[in-house]
């Protein structure tokens, strides 16, 4: 740590800004599902995915960084030209927003597990928990794509008002059936609804 926030420290901060902004287009897509699977895996989970809101907050996370350590590089530079001795505030004031932005970002997803279907969005402290029992109904949004219809997504209405979205992409594909055969055990009534694409 000494060697990043020292005076000679110039090229170490020029090489840890590339590397970070670089790797904030490729570090969040492994390191979401691993920290993920490190704190809330379990073997109960039906269905376990990342929000989006995940890897935009864990992006943002290493930008920060990245610009955290450009900050201090020019903060630093310009104390140098005054014959000042060098002050890592930008280190003590970045590296808390960095890592609150990075478990923001861990902290958003959803999982289905017998209990029922369980989201924690960005931004949000607690978790949502809407179990079976607790849901209004299930709806089914289709659209047309290249002429045909296809199923787009699920909203989960829950019976407090509470709703939740999950996409109809290939990995809830494989999961569906099971998860369906939950709904229909606990008589939560499913329609579906066609929309029109915008043109």
């Not at 219809?149 to 999950?166: A, C, M, R, Y």
Request: charged share 20%; aromatic share 18%.
């Amino acid at each position: 740590m000494k060697a990043m926030i020292g005076q000679d420290s110039k090229p170490i901060k020029v090489g840890m800004i590339v590397i970070f902004v670089i790797g904030s287009f490729f570090f969040p897509l492994f390191l979401v599902i691993f920290f993920q699977d490190i704190f809330f895996f379990s073997r109960d989970h039906i269905y376990f995915q990342p929000l989006l809101s995940a890897y935009v907050l864990f992006f943002a996370g290493c930008m920060l960084m990245a610009g955290t350590f450009l900050l201090d590089l020019l903060y630093n530079s310009r104390r140098e030209n005054k014959n000042l001795k060098h002050r890592p505030w930008m280190f003590f004031l970045g590296i808390p927003a960095v890592i609150l932005t990075c478990t923001l970002g861990i902290n958003s997803y959803f999982y289905f597990d017998p209990k029922g279907l369980h989201f924690n969005e960005a931004f949000t402290l607690e978790r949502t928990d809407m179990e079976w029992t607790d849901m209004k109904e299930v709806i089914k949004i289709t659209t047309r794509e290249n002429n045909t219809v296809t199923l787009k997504e699920h909203q989960f209405i829950g019976k407090d008002g509470s709703h939740f979205t999950v996409q109809n992409d290939r990995d809830f594909f494989d999961y569906r059936n099971k998860i369906y055969a939950y709904i229909e055990a606990a008589d939560v009534p499913m329609r579906t609804i066609f929309i029109e694409p915008e043109e």
